[in-house]
């Protein structure tokens, strides 16, 4: 079953978002297996994101890469909001 997952961390700004992009690109993880879709959106001060991914062990297995990632640039992602999809409507 695929999963919305929803990212609104408390402040993380477009500039935050850029550096994290550039450091998942560089370890090789810019394109997660099991991640079908990623948008990150909201003023700038204010980046949040959704993603959808073919599963919650997916999705696991990614953050498990990531969290570092964050930690080590003080960010904190705050608590996603992850709930099942029902529907996906491709073009």
Known sequence: MSL????HPPAVSTANYDEIVKKLEAA?????KGRS???A???KD????YEVWDSQADFEA???KLMP????AGIDPGQPDVMPVH???QP
Request: charged share 0%.
């Open 62 to 64: 990614f953050g498990a």
């Open 4 to 7: 919305a997952v929803y990212f």
């Open 69 to 72: 990632i964050l930690a080590a």
């Open 41 to 43: 959106f909201g003023p």
């Open 37 to 39: 879709h990623h948008t």
């Open 28 to 32: 090789g993880l810019a394109n997660p």
């Open 46 to 49: 204010a980046v949040m994101v």
């Open 87 to 89: 529907n996906i409507i």
